[in-house]
């Protein structure tokens, strides 16, 4: 992760395949809001009136027990919730302006801006390479030196460039658990998304290769908005900016990191930040 | 050994079972297994595993080893290039062959799309609304049912559907086309020389074949005239020829050219046909498509559900995967469902790709025992497969044709094999492609 050597790969890779990234200025509008969100599987309610903004350029985490709805609102974030067909949602949702909630929403876009990694690495049974330029590959057509050069462009941004650089061509599921994940944020950024959503990323990886991935939320956070779903409070409290704590399909607290896991407002989030149920 | 042994404690070997949860430290040791009897039915079960198994090859090879032995001393290159002669000695299944070569390949190149096809709606397109659920389980189950149908119903189904198309295009005047293209037609007359009466005694007097086009098959028959241009073959072209007609009360030309082009006024064409390669006709008659596609009658259920089975095995998180990189479900399917299920598809097509070489009963109706000295040309050739030509020699009274039959089989072996290792070469380089 020797940030000197990809600097001329990154730049250059700005310009031509990945402009959102380049004119992003700092400003305070919200990368997504949410108001009086109200989620459905079938006759179960799993989102009770969610209102939040969820900022940009900034990790937030979701925490809470099992069940609580985190993982629903993330995967209404870039409707991966369409292929659950009891899957229904009221409210209002907005990227940008773009309406999420819409049936007319171009999905195929949304997903392109809004990546997703889940809790298991899940990289198609391809080459290493063939993994990362999959989401390229779909919304743009390049020259294949292009298309190499945005490969190892997002393999060195996903921090893990060195280890599968002399194997490009061998099969990702070769790799170890902790390299596939990091593979799939390789895949997820390729497509130049501005939100990278990620769905307890480090659940089912080593205390290793949680802190790799640790370090590359930290590196990716000034040019991403990340949302991070987690079990783990050391990790919500270590990597994020905001966290929202969820329980019983509500958001009882959504604060800044720190205030949250210090001095929660609430009994309930006190007790959970502090191990005592969940 | 760990307490979670106890979940599924079964009383034996003088083990008290122990019902009560709540039991002193002492009661557990009893109530565990020894270890040395569950070893023993282990081994045992290892063995009988092993015997099952030998059992089935061992009656496989003897069944092969008979057929090869008795097929083996007929097996010769007259038998792989011949035409089915009546007579033992030179009889040959090349057109039983190329026939099964031809409609078990029309039939997989139509039936894999579709088969595919429709494992791919119900799989990965699951209709959301309640009445398009209804409507699919109801097609699962009549796919379900109609792979355990017996081939022969198939088979009166095809000839039904394919062979006379429902009477759709009136009813079959022995098997006449009521549609076609890629035919022509032509009387064919032969020459005052080729008869041997005329011709005796004039030497360099050659047979020769003419030919007079009629534009359809239904037309009566041409009435040749003196001054008549017809066609005659010089090796692959036709060539033009002006003829003369002797009527019955005239006598033959005396001068061989002459004779040889003069043609009796009197005689009776043979009508005969010309199809090309891409020779169609309505209904489809009793030709190789016609046996292809109910041939894929036969297998299509099978496709269908092993191809259900290998995209069902494909994990969600794949399909997510791609969905979550904005892939729509075309891209899904094409670059990540389809792939990763298709070792597990194309093992499903190689059984039924199988079952379909060696189907006779339904071929028996569509083709019926047809005495076939070509290999189809086009789709709509008669034809007859090998399993067909082997119950044709099996039935024959003589000795001989048994051990020709016998060797029929051996092919028919060959070729089934031959398409399997071909399919299991693709699906091992498929397979060595997504691992």
Redesign the interface.
Known sequence: MTTNTLEPIEKRNMNTVTPELANQSEDSTPAIQADNLNAWYGDFQALHSISLSIPKKQVTAFIGPSGCGKSTLLRWF?R?ND?I?TARATGNLSLGDMDLLDSSTD??????RV??V?Q?A?????SIFENVA??PR??MRLEKSELSDLVEWALRKAAVWNEVKDRLNA?A?GLSGGQQQRL?IA??IA?GPEVLLMDEPCSALDPASTLAIEDLIDELRDQYTIVIVTHNMQQASRCSDKTAFFFEGRVIEFDTTEKLFTQPDSQTTDDYVRGRFG | MSSENRKDEIPSDGATANAGASGSRADKEKTLRGSDSRMATDRAFRRACVIIAGISVVILTFLLGSIVLQGLPSLSITLLTGTPEPEPSQAGAWPAIAGTVWVCTICALITLPIGIGTAVLIEEF?P?SRLGRRLLSLIQLNISNLAGVPSVVYGILGLTAFVSMFGLFGAAKNGEPAFEIGATYYDQFTNLASDPFLSMGIEDAEERYFLAPVAASSDPPTVPKSGMTMFEYIGETLEPVTINVVGAEDFPPTDPKELSLSVDGNSIPGRISEKAWYYFRLPFGRGVLAGALTLMLVILPVIIISSQEALRAV?S????????????SW?VIW??TL??ASPGILTGSILAMSRAIGETAPILIIAGIVYIRNAPHHLMDSYTVLPLQIYNWTSRPQEEFHAIAAAGIVVLLVILLSFNAIAVILRQRMQN???
Request: overall charge positive; glycine content about 10%.
């Open positions: 870039n991966m292929t067909h999905v195929v876009d949304l997903r392109r990546g997703i889940f298991k899940n990289p198609f049974p391809k999959f989401g779909l919304h099969p599921l799939c895949r997820a497509t | 699951r959301k994990p998180s794949l399909r997510d995967g791609a969905r979550g990189l904005g892939a729509t891209q670059n990540i792939p990763a492609k997504v691992r």
